[in-house]
Nanobody
Framework: QVQLVESGGGLVQGGGSLRLSCAAS????????MGWFRQSPGKERDVVAA????????DYGDPVKGRFTISRDNAKNAVYLQMNSLKPEDTAVYYC??????????????????????WGQGTQVTVSS
């Protein structure tokens, strides 16, 4: 059973911080790349951050560079998103995703949605002004 469960969302004042967590039961989690995406009403689901299987390679969407940090703990099958200096425009549903398992270790941190075969249900983040 493939399962990704996000937690840590909520309401926060602008300038504040939140830490999202994603618990994964995805088979071969340790060789998958992981990503965080977000979607607000009427908009596309966009990449927030991505991380390679080892954690060595990361990539970020332009709006969050310098404010958000993605990390992972393969021993715990978990991935995290530390969000600092939050802005009202960060308000969205945040989704955790894992790349489709091909049997190989994912050395890249892909930004494209098409590379992710497993998705969580999402957690709401609301930033007040």
């Amino acid at each position: 059973q493939v399962q990704l469960v996000e937690s840590g969302g909520g309401l926060v004042q602008g300038g504040g911080s939140l830490r999202l967590s994603c618990a994964a039961s995805v088979r071969a989690f340790s060789r998958a790349a992981m990503g965080w995406f977000r979607q607000s009403p009427g908009k596309e689901r966009d990449v927030v951050a991505a991380i390679s299987w080892s954690g060595v390679t990361t990539d970020y969407g332009d709006p969050v560079k310098g404010r958000f940090t993605i990390s992972r703990d393969n021993a715990k099958n978990a991935v995290y998103l530390q969000m600092n200096s939050l802005k009202p425009e960060d308000t969205a549903v945040y989704y955790c995703a894992a790349t489709t398992d091909s049997g190989a270790y994912y050395t890249r941190a892909p930004r494209g949605r098409s590379e992710y075969g497993y998705w969580g249900q999402g957690t709401q983040v609301t930033v007040s002004s």
